[in-house]
């Protein structure tokens, strides 16, 4: 299988710290927040490639950061692509991103892992990973354990298996805590389905909206995320992670 890490953006809300680093390599706890997505995907014992795809504008830090990574942790092979944005103007956007690495790198063949490069987890998600092969699509859940915070992710509703039947992004009233997160597990035979999502010219950013469009379509079941999990938006999101991964800290 092959993973995908969205790191594309261009982190406005951090500024002036991401004025010239790329969000995901700030670090938290004392390694870049994309270690420690990666380091929890390093016991999936399938995993052969890890695509970051990331902006034109930040392309080189990603490269060197990556050559670094590879000589410490020579798990498996870490391909940074470039999109060829260079602003929030013409930025692709995550499902756009995702449409991109998946045609340019022929990635039809296998399933496929995506998460986002901001995305903090406590725990390894291997058993994510095991989980996904079982239906066409899987979408990671958390217990946001706000109403107001669900307001800002998305809300969904499950029958008594797992499997969605309603997905909302943003909702006004959302009636439980439970969101769906940027970790999502595309099977092989699904892949498709997302180049027919960007050529009938749906919104291809919020990577959400994807699996809002599919679940009518085929199963989409959610995999409830175990730990903690930490989705960085802004610096007092930054500090707080900080303070609060640093008992999660292993040696680099």
Known sequence: MNALILAAGYATRLHPLTLNRP????????????EWVLDNLAD??????????????????????AAGYQRRKP?????????GSTSDADKLGAIGDLHFVLNRESLFAEDLLVVAGDNLFSQSIAAFAAAG???????????VGDLELVKKYNSITTDADGRITHFEEKP????????????????????????????????????????????????VWA?????????????????????????????R
């Open 23 to 34: 969000k995901p390599l700030l670090e938290v706890a004392g390694k870049p927040m994309i």
């Open 44 to 65: 999936i014992p399938d995993l052969e490639n890890v695509y970051v795809v990331t902006n034109h504008k930040f392309v080189a830090a990603f490269e060197n950061w």
């Open 75 to 83: 798990k498996f092979l870490c391909k940074i692509v470039d999109d």
């Open 133 to 143: 092969p079982h239906a066409p699509a899987t979408l990671g859940i958390y217990d």
């Open 172 to 219: 006004s009233a959302p009636s439980h805590t439970k969101s769906g997160i940027a970790l999502y597990y595309y099977r092989k035979d699904t892949l498709p389905l997302i180049n027919t999502y960007i050529t009938e010219g749906n919104n291809p950013d919020q990577p959400g909206r994807l699996i809002q469009w599919l679940y009518p379509r085929l199963e």
């Open 223 to 251: 995999w409830e995320v175990p730990g903690l999990w930490f989705d960085i938006g802004d610096k007092e999101n930054l500090d707080e992670a900080g303070q609060i991964f640093r008992q999660f800290q292993t040696p």
